[in-house]
């Protein structure tokens, strides 16, 4: 079983990235200045704007990357700036606002885990300040509360579904050995420059990995959700994203992990959460969500009929949020002048000199 970026602009990415090159096509054929790179309607993406959403999630210590690489990069990032430009203008049409207490509250949970030292180093490193950190957090605010009304608001799951969904897989809740659901926060003594979690948060040493339990089981006992803290915080990649969940695992198989989280999870109660070290500087944060004895399971046994809801309605939204991109999108008027002058000159990047940022 198994970061310290400023903010991060990774609004669906994996979702977005397919339809770059569409929306380089589409709008008027009216030259733009050398630095728009993107319209949606009548907002301007401007590369600079581009840049320092680049520079907030720019890895520190990240190799050099090559020419190729870096436009791939940014052009990735112009097409999440699209799709937040979307959802921006529908969050107008809608009158969806933040306050300036959300965006405090956002803005003081992104650098929980820094001193204010480091908070302002990370910063300077590149090349931000505060308000750009504090416009990033109230556009994508915004842009979430858009999905969430016209999304996840609207995905629901009858009794029907469940029941029919049970019936027909009626043999997948036949459990032949005892299940411990299990979550988990994984922090580690070493950088890892892939790491992509909502806060961008990786401890980097012994000491700061220990500090970082530490830090995670306060917030814990004050009452912070496990999922929403293994999303923000967690260095396990596979699992963050699932707010630290691990599903089912049997009795057999955790035989098969190490004899420390073993023990951890077998002396848990359900509900319950112990700070596992591995010895070598990294720690688990260990959460037994649930205990299941061996035999036949029905839609009355705890987490049953929940689990299948949930299963059914993270599908369904999943599709649902696809779909819901693409119509909005389609309802704008798109032009991507980066890609479309990629298209143009055979994936020659163009000129990518760093510009001075504003003092």
Known sequence: MQQTL?????????????????SACSGSGKTPSADVWATVDDKEIRRE????AYRSVLQPNQPPQSDEELIAAKLSIVDELITQEVLLARGRALNITVTDADVDKAFNERKSNMTEEQFQAQLKERSLTPDDMRQALRRELIAQKVLEREVSAKVVISEQEITDYFNSHRAQFNVADTQYRIAQIVITPVRDPQLRNR???DAISPEDAQRKAAMLMERLKG???????AMDYSEDQQSLANGGDLGFISAAQLKQVPAILRDA??????????????????YNLVLLQAKEEAGQRDLTMPGVKDGISSSLRDRREQVLRAAYLTTQRNQSKITNHLARQLVTTQG???SLSPLTPAK
Not at 6 to 22: E, F, P
Request: proline letters at 12%; zero cysteines.
């Open 6 to 22: 400023v903010t991060s602009r990774r609004l669906l990415l994996t979702l977005l990235a397919a339809l770059s090159l569409s």
């Open 49 to 52: 704007e581009v840049e320092k």
């Open 199 to 201: 806060k961008g948060d």
């Open 223 to 229: 009452g912070a959700p496990f999922p929403e803290l």
């Open 265 to 282: 999870v077998l002396a848990l109660q359900p509900g319950q959460v112990r700070v596992v070290p591995d010895g070598k500087g990294a």
């Open 348 to 350: 020659k990047p163009p």
